[in-house]
């Protein structure tokens, strides 16, 4: 990816701030990677229960 | 919070920035206090966005009724009363501060008027008067950037403050030294009023870091309309006579000099941070050489508890940059995790059509690696557009070619600004050109110009032939 931009829509951008998780981290799973609040929040589920 | 300071915020300026993240922080639970030692609403409300825009507006108004005739209606007479105009804007301006005097009321934000400078880094002196604060927010915002040899008197010779207060009678022959945003939106008020205007610009290029293809068609409609338009050309002194001010311009290339006379000359040369009498080192925050008080993503200055936000933290000089950021700022001082993240900010010129774009220009994204594809829609192939007499311009789409991403448009189009809100949508949605086409528009709109454009990327837009 050009620019090392993380494809991530707001909403998703917040929860993962509010998360205090890395969204490089997250695997989006919408179109070309696109992160959405569902991927941010099943990461954080991982992450606890991992 | 508990302290034992005054305030736990204290906001210096009650610009855009400033009177957001007073709001912001008000509403988050904060006792906050906002310092403004001229007028709320700051630059924007009084002396900039919604002032010129009223201008515009007006200008437009005349310029439409000449047009009218094209389809049947015309004036027996067309008489612009210039005090009556003048009078209605600052009408609009002080509705609107007054708007934000009562938000402020509403909030339970507490306005201190006068000029603030730090004390210390937890104190501020307020004409005399001091108060300290958990947190500051600097708001303090930009001024017009000064040309040598040519000082503005606000008379003949302004900046864009003076160039507000129309004369009466519109002057005959205007200069606007700079072809930038302000510079070309003065230069269509004055020109649609009757006033012949020329256009002078250092660079090779009008409105810089605009989308090449954007600006080239958007200075090709201007100049249609009748204003000229010089680029690489200077402004070296401007000596006022009796028959009108007379101003030596330099051609930058060959350095040839020529005088010519003018009747008001504008003075758009860019904008410069303000932080005169902030007193910003007795806090211990960093002021650039140039006059910025750099920020982080979260607002903060050097000094953690002190944030700058908006003209005087960094350019682009935008209000909506500055609301952004006045947000983010109390949002993390209320302890929230916000920052500014815009994928990107969008820029608008409100002339008719206006020029507006938002993320990438074409050659940004080549530069940045991206491999491009572009698809572009005429505003001539546009239904609505010729319905409403404006067939100028057209949406430019720049598309990364692989995936599809949308990374930027490029509008000239009436109500291109409007437009640029699905646009930067889309961005900030990590869109692609064919989830905007796939998105049903309404017909006949200005805005299914977008869809259109979006097809064009993709070589299969219905109304024009795909090339």
């Known amino acids: ?50 | 919070m508990t302290n034992n300071f005054d305030y736990d915020v204290l906001v210096i300026g009650a610009g855009p920035g400033g009177y957001h993240a007073a709001i912001r922080a008000a509403q988050l639970g904060l006792k906050t206090a906002c310092v403004e030692r001229g007028a709320v609403g700051g630059v924007c409300l009084n002396i900039g966005c919604i002032p010129t825009k009223a201008l515009l507006h007006a200008a437009e108004m005349v310029h439409a009724s000449h047009r009218a005739a094209e389809f049947g209606l015309t004036f027996a007479d067309t008489n612009l009363n210039i005090a009556k105009l003048n009078g209605w804007k600052d009408g609009i301006v002080k509705k609107l501060t007054g708007g934000v005097s009562g938000l402020f009321k509403a909030n339970k934000v507490t306005l201190l008027t006068g000029q603030a400078s730090f004390v210390d880094d937890h104190t501020v002196s307020v004409d005399g008067k001091n108060y300290t604060a958990a947190h500051f927010i600097i708001a303090t915002g930009s001024d017009p950037a000064k040309l040598p040899g040519l000082d503005v008197d606000q008379d003949s010779i302004v900046d864009s403050t003076g160039a507000l207060v129309m004369p009466d009678p519109v002057p005959a022959r205007m200069l606007c030294v700079g072809g930038g945003v302000i510079g070309f939106e003065f230069a269509q008020v004055y020109n649609n009023l009757g006033s012949k205007v020329k256009i002078i610009e250092f660079l090779p290029s009008v409105i810089p870091g605009a989308d090449a293809d954007a600006v080239k068609e958007f200075a090709k409609v201007m100049s249609k309309q009748g204003i000229e338009i010089v680029t690489q050309m200077k402004a070296n002194r401007a000596e006022k006579k009796a028959d009108g001010v007379h101003v030596e311009l330099e051609n930058v290339k060959t350095g040839e000099k020529t005088t010519e006379v003018f009747d008001r000359v504008l003075v758009a040369v860019g904008r410069r941070p303000r932080t005169d009498g902030l007193n910003a080192e007795k806090a211990g925050v960093t002021v650039t050489e140039r006059g910025f008080i750099p920020a982080d993503k979260q607002q903060r200055t050097n000094v953690p508890h002190i944030f700058s936000i908006g003209d005087v933290a960094s350019n682009p000089m935008l209000a909506h940059k500055a609301m952004k950021e006045g947000l983010v700022a109390a949002e993390v001082i209320a302890g929230k995790p916000a920052e500014q993240d815009a994928v990107a900010i969008p820029g608008v010129v409100y002339t008719s059509p206006e020029l507006a774009w938002v993320g990438l220009t074409e050659q940004e994204a080549k530069d940045k690696g991206y491999e491009v594809k572009t698809g572009v829609f005429p505003m001539s192939a546009s239904g609505r557009a010729m319905t409403l007499q404006s067939t100028d311009g057209f949406v430019k789409m720049v598309v990364e070619k692989d995936t599809d991403l949308l990374l930027g448009v490029h509008i000239v189009a009436p109500h291109a600004s409007d437009m640029l809100a699905e646009a930067g949508l889309a961005l900030e949605m990590a869109a692609t050109a064919t989830d905007i086409s796939l998105t049903i528009h309404a017909h006949p709109t200005l805005g299914e110009s977008m869809l259109e454009a979006a097809e064009a990327a993709h070589k299969q837009a219905i109304h024009i032939v795909n090339r």
């Open chain 1, 1 to 50: 990816r050009n620019e090392g931009r993380v494809l991530a829509v707001p909403a998703a951008r917040q929860a993962a701030r509010e998360l205090g998780l890395d969204l490089a981290a997250v695997r989006g799973s919408g179109p070309n990677g696109r992160i959405r609040v569902a991927d941010v929040l099943a990461a954080a589920q991982g992450a606890e229960g991992g």
